[in-house]
Every structure is written in structure tokens, then in C-alpha cells.
């Protein structure tokens, strides 16, 4: 008797499970249905602005730089998105008082930075940038060299301003 009150408990919780699935893929599909006839959008992420311009975008990942290799909290601050995610090379990732404390307070200091091979694609308020990062620094006082390939994701505020809010960077082949 057991084996068949398991079975018929597996028969239901497969319904439940196929029956939560097909919901969940009309929702998704209505989700991305043209909302072009319908009213305007309360969102808040989506208000109309100007793009940020290629010019914009290289002002901001130059400041960025020069904050990196002369940090200081202030203009860290005004840089970096509060979302901001930061990924390093090695794996590690840091939200934005993480990284801000590290730049400042941490055993690294970079003493000039490159941003060579550089590309900006823009969309939207949303600028993506792509480089090779090249930089010359102390780490715990001892030289280091740093060559590594570098994406960043500027976006444009409501105040106008773009803020790095994600940060990748990546070994690049020998």
C-alpha cells in the first residue's frame, strides 16, 4: 500500500511541478510581449534621457584612472554606482565600500595606468567599456607589473552623471 500512496504522491508533485512550469514560461513570455500600444512605463530605470556620448564615457574611465592611481574615498565615491560589483582577476569580488577601502587602505598602489586597445559600445543610459588594462604598481612594496584585460559598465543617472557600476577583469593569454 505504501508503494502505491508514494507513487500517487510523486504523480501529483510532478503535476504541481509541470503545472508551475507552464506558468512560469507564460509569465516569462508575457513578460516579453510589445508593450509599445500599451501606457507608459513607471519605471524608474527607464527614464528618457540623453545617451551618454563616447566623449562623456572616455571622460569618466580617464577619471576613473586617475582616481586609481591617487585615490582618495571622496572621488571614489562619486565614481562608483552604490550597486557597484567589482571582479578581479583572480576571482575575487567586492561591492563598492569594499573596493573603495581596498584602493585606499589596501596593501596595492598603482603608480601609473594604461587603458590600451580601448572600445566603448553604448546603449541606452549604459556604456560598456573594453580594454587592456596595463599598470605599473607596488604590491606590500615589492614591484609589480599588471597586464590584464578589463570590462567596465558605466551607467548614466538620473542626475546626469555616469558611475561604474560593474567592473571585470580577466587573465589575458601569455
Known amino acids: ?15 504541481w511541478v509541470s503545472v508551475l512550469l507552464v506558468l512560469f514560461i507564460l509569465i516569462g513570455c508575457k513578460q516579453n510581449t510589445d508593450h509599445s500600444q500599451s501606457e507608459p512605463s513607471t519605471n524608474t530605470t527607464l527614464v528618457a534621457q540623453d545617451p551618454p556620448t563616447i566623449d562623456e564615457v572616455q571622460e569618466v574611465v580617464a577619471a576613473f584612472n586617475n582616481v586609481m592611481v591617487n585615490p582618495t574615498a571622496e572621488l571614489m565615491e562619486t565614481l562608483c554606482a552604490e550597486e557597484l560589483t567589482y571582479g578581479h582577476s583572480s576571482g575575487h569580488v567586492q561591492d563598492k565600500d569594499e573596493f ?63 558611475r561604474l557600476l560593474a567592473r571585470q577583469a580577466y587573465k589575458l593569454p601569455n
Not at 4 to 10: A, H, S
Open 1 to 15: 500500500m505504501k508503494i502505491k500512496d508514494q507513487k500517487d504522491d510523486f504523480k501529483i508533485k510532478s503535476r
Open 100 to 162: 573603495i577601502d581596498d584602493l585606499v587602505n589596501g596593501p596595492f598602489n598603482f603608480l601609473s595606468l594604461e587603458a590600451d586597445d580601448q572600445t566603448i559600445h553604448i546603449s541606452g543610459n549604459t556604456a560598456i567599456v573594453r580594454h587592456i588594462f596595463l599598470a605599473k604598481g607596488t604590491n606590500a612594496g615589492e614591484a609589480v607589473d599588471v597586464r590584464i584585460g578589463n570590462m567596465q559598465v558605466y551607467q548614466k543617472g538620473k542626475d546626469g552623471k555616469l
